[in-house]
């Protein structure tokens, strides 16, 4: 089976990061990580990755316990850096070139988010990770993951979580649960299925870029993904509802 997507945009949650411990990044997930985008990347496949940051500071939870928003978004954008520069060394040590470019100017550990730059530096091979979110507090990094594919031309975004696919209801609450193999933007919105943020699901359905929910730790599944494979829930403009 052939790569079915060239260019990709990863979306890693900071909790992904952080495997099973309470609290920051497990530098084994890392590793594990960094393996899986390498064996894509040296297979001719282009990859983007935003990364979250909410194993190091969530900036919703910190406004609700009486911080300022924006002021707790900020602090959330800067924990994505350090996720960002984490994963770019896990990368590095696997022989993948890596760029950092962050949203909000760090000159000493990144580069300034450009969106030519960032094409050139898939075109030419490397893994560009995006840092700082969107640069914008009240925006999610899904938003910006959303936002960061359109601006290059991303083909699909993985959403890569600790769960297997998007769900009817919630499968750990209700056992009899059924997972979606196929799903449009609208039915993803109206029930508030809660896969990215509606921002985020607004934004892929007007410049018609399909959206791939999987598990990340099963092991192979990005490359399953790239290569086509049925793993996860498809979000698209011809999704069919389809239930498993």
């Known amino acids: 089976m052939g790569i079915t997507y060239q260019r990709v945009l990863l979306k890693l949650s900071g909790e ?30 282009q990859i983007a990755i935003v990364v979250g940051g909410g194993n ?3 900036g919703v939870k910190a406004a609700a316990a009486g911080m300022d928003r924006a002021t707790a978004d900020y602090v959330g954008m800067i924990a994505t850096v ?7 060394d896990a ?4 022989g993948v070139p890596t ?16 969106r030519r730059r960032a094409i050139r530096h898939l075109e030419k ?17 899904d938003t910006t993951a959303a ?38 933007y609208g039915h993803v919105l109206t029930h508030d299925l809660r896969v990215m943020d509606s921002t985020a699901i607004a934004l892929c359905k007007e410049n018609n870029i399909p959206i791939v929910v999987f598990d990340l ?15 996860g829930t498809i979000v698209g403009s011809g999704g069919d509802n389809l239930l498993i």
């Open 147 to 184: 936002l960061r594919a359109a601006e290059i031309d991303a083909n699909v975004i993985f959403k890569a979580t600790k769960v297997d696919g998007i769900y009817d209801s919630d499968p750990h609450l209700n056992p009899q649960a059924r997972r979606y193999k196929s799903i449009t």
């Open 16 to 45: 992904a990061l952080m495997g099973d411990l309470g609290y920051g990044i497990d530098t084994v997930v890392v590793q594990e990580i960094a393996q899986e985008v390498a064996d894509v990347v040296n297979n001719g496949v």
């Open 125 to 141: 091979g490397r893994v560009v990770i995006f840092g700082a979110g969107s640069g914008n507090p009240f925006f999610t990094t």
């Open 82 to 88: 350090m996720n960002a520069i984490t994963l770019q």
């Open 99 to 114: 760029r950092v470019q962050t949203a909000i100017a760090m000159q000493e550990v990144a580069e300034p988010y450009i």
């Open 56 to 58: 190091i500071f969530r």
């Open 217 to 231: 730790t099963v092991r192979g599944n990005i490359r399953r993904a790239v290569m086509g494979e049925s793993v």
């Open 91 to 94: 990368l590095e040590q696997k």
